[in-house]
């Protein structure tokens, strides 16, 4: 039989015979295909676009989608390149017996395709069965309707096909340069080649020092600003960037430090663990500091996906108190009226108000300067909202029965308080008697946010108007009268029950309120607001489910690839300690030294990480209105507790693949 037919068949037998390190690698790529398939999927149906609301969630799958693709590619690369290092030997040995480089390159070409079809064909045919259950996860996570019906479509079959069939062709040309720059010798050693010690090692160590610390500066200085997506990128980076310089420098001077000191050097299990260790220092350190990073974005994805599940009813009733906000023009509808067609609108319904607030309104839009409050800036970042009541609606609103003097007023703030005793509105020096805790349309928000929001509660209308005028004084308001009209009266309203019960009562009232021929200004859907913000936060929460799922994923492939790979180097070494008279139970108790060293530095290196950055992920999640500091601690405690849960069952069961493989 010729050469060329018999190398497809090598190819099958290679791929079988090697199981221990191909099936893990196929069945991450199944997985891999499966969630690339399942956005595809999503993304490229028809009916995403007609339900309501979807094309936040549209937007959002489709930027997930974008990173998964940056993470699958060199993912994959990283295990077919592990692949290719652990076949070397046996291709050395192919070329020996007498087969080419392009016999070799046949052989290879032979084995990435039957690997790719099998990942294409499991992944896709998963994809099909799953996808479905998916899509559903997907509707009720966003809140949109659940009886849709999914439909497939060719366009996802042809995309995944076409995207890994690019990755897979990139990691063949891979493996081709490989094999195709080594000599037959090399290839027949190369898995068994040492590795050079690094140079500048305490430069290295000290750099990665200083860089790692200063992500850790970043994520806990960081500000809720428009810098704090910025800051969280910087942070990220250079806590890669620090974590895999510490951990090539910082695990070489440990093991040089470890060496010197012969009375722990000079015993058997710890002889072999560091001389093993130190025999491939550049690859453990890299299988290190991919350990940490991945398992550090295990924990932050998954804080901040149970974190946004808990929070997002916190989140949507922040931006949205009410289930509707009417404004009318102010002095045409009195108080009463309101209330009265209103509560006959709610009656027909069946509906009652658990609370209706009907109060004057002024937005000024000013800036805040320590207790100075003057002209906004050219900058719409930079100025703030500030609110006008009078303390007779204040009172109304809050159930209180505050008294205010002259000069008096009452002054809140949604971020932190001022911590002054007197305020300067426009020149105008004010006492301030109070700082509220809370007033229900405007709730607290624990920090101040882009761009904050002041309510300034003032004595009675003469006041309200008063501090009105000096604030169109000085910005140039020509048309004073005019100016002081221009008063809003707002109906908030605020029904009992669930939202999906209060649709038609709030579309009457809606109906209503225009048709108060000029009185009616606008009006806020507060069902519909909370309905968008859940569409977009289930697509936060979907992908945050399956990006947690790859993260873990390429976790677990990471480490058993990185003990196998180490296990096969080391099972030479332990023949020939057991030869020299090394007991099984000596030779278990070294496996679990070694692996106990290789698996815990990384868990506590992501530990610190996930502790330091739980600054930024506080931030990140009060820039979606979730403010709810002790929701995310408690949501971290719990995700770190499963995690290391898991972690040690992997660790156990690795060192127990590794312990067979060595004895």
């Known amino acids: 039989m010729s050469k060329w037919k018999i190398l497809p068949r090598m190819a099958v037998k290679g791929v079988m015979q090697n199981g221990t390190v191909y099936y893990p690698y196929l069945m991450a790529g199944v997985f891999s295909v499966f969630t690339y398939f399942i956005f595809a999927s999503i993304l490229g149906n028809d009916l995403v676009a007609t339900l309501p609301h979807s094309a936040y969630a549209w937007m959002i799958l489709l930027i997930g989608k974008g990173l998964l693709g940056i993470i699958l590619i060199p993912f994959l690369f990283y295990a077919n390149s592990f692949l290719i290092k652990r076949r070397t030997k046996e291709f050395g040995l192919y070329s020996i017996l007498g087969l080419e480089k392009r016999h070799i390159g046949v052989l290879l070409s032979c084995e990435t395709i039957l690997i790719y079809l099998v990942v294409i064909s499991g ?11 998916l899509f559903l996860l997907l509707l009720k996570l966003s809140g949109l309707p659940v009886e849709a019906e999914f439909l497939f479509t060719w366009e996802a079959f042809v995309e995944t096909i076409l995207f890994f069939g690019l990755v897979f062709a990139i990691n063949l040309v891979y493996g081709l340069i490989q094999v195709g720059k080594a000599k037959p010798v090399e290839l027949f050693s190369g898995s068994r080649k040492g590795e050079k010690e690094p140079k500048l090692v305490w430069f290295y160590a000290v750099l990665g020092a200083l860089v790692l610390g200063a992500g850790y500066a970043v994520s806990i200085r960081s500000q809720l600003d428009e810098m704090i997506f910025i800051d969280f990128f910087l942070a990220v980076f250079l806590v890669v960037v620090g974590t895999y310089l510490l951990f090539t420098s910082g695990s070489v001077l440990v093991l040089r430090m470890l060496k010197r000191s012969k009375k722990f050097y000079y015993q058997k299990e710890n002889f072999i663990t560091v001389s093993g260790m130190l025999y491939r220092m550049k690859k453990n350190a890299a299988g290190l500091a991919n350990i940490c990073i991945f398992s550090t974005m295990v924990v932050i994805t998954l804080v901040c996906t149970t974190t946004l599940y808990g929070g997002i009813e916190e989140i949507t009733h922040y931006n949205y ?84 003097s002259e000069g008096q007023v009452l002054f809140y703030s949604n971020g932190g308080n001022l911590g002054y005793d007197t305020l300067d509105f426009f020149g105008v020096p004010l006492e301030i008697k109070e700082e509220p805790e809370d007033i229900f349309p405007y709730p607290k928000a624990g920090r101040s946010s882009f761009g904050s929001l002041y309510v300034m509660v003032v004595k009675d209308r003469e006041a309200f108007d008063q501090f009105a005028g000096e604030y169109a004084r000085a910005n140039g308001v020509t048309d004073m009268e005019g100016f002081l009209e221009s008063v809003y009266q707002k109906a908030g309203i605020l029904l009992e029950g669930e939202d999906s019960q209060k649709q038609g009562a709030v579309e009457d009232l809606i109906t209503w309120s225009k048709e108060q021929q000029g009185f009616f200004v606008s009006y806020k859907d507060g069902l519909e607001g909370r309905s968008i913000l859940r569409t977009m936060y289930g697509g936060l929460l979907f992908i945050g489910i399956l990006f947690g799922t790859v993260f873990f994923m390429c976790l677990l492939l990471i480490m058993y690839y990185k003990q196998i790979s180490e296990g096969y180097e080391d099972r030479g070494n332990f023949e020939i300690m057991q030869k020299v008279g090394m007991s099984d139970y000596e030779i278990r108790k070294t496996v679990h030294k070694q692996i106990l060293l290789v698996f815990f530095l990384p868990l506590a290196g992501s530990v610190m990480h996930t502790i330091a950055g739980m600054f930024m992920v506080d931030n990140l999640m009060a820039a979606l209105q979730m403010f709810d500091s002790g929701l995310i601690v408690t949501c971290t405690v719990g995700v770190l507790l499963v995690f290391v849960v898991i972690y040690c069952v992997s660790y156990l069961r690795t060192a127990r693949t590794y312990y067979k493989i060595v004895s």
């Open 123 to 133: 992944g896709i045919i998963l994809g099909t069965v799953l996808s479905k259950l």
């Open 321 to 404: 108190p009410y289930d509707i906000v009417l404004d009318f023009a102010s002095g045409n509808l009195t108080r009463e009226q309101i209330e009265e067609e209103a509560g006959e609108i709610l009656g027909s319904h069946g509906k009652q108000a658990v609370r209706m607030d009907i109060y004057d309104f002024r937005s000024l839009a000013c800036r805040m300067d320590g207790n100075h409050i003057g002209q906004p800036g050219s900058e719409y970042r930079d100025n703030d909202n500030i609110y006008l009541l009078t303390l007779e609606d204040y009172n109304q609103i809050e159930g209180e029965n505050h008294t205010l």
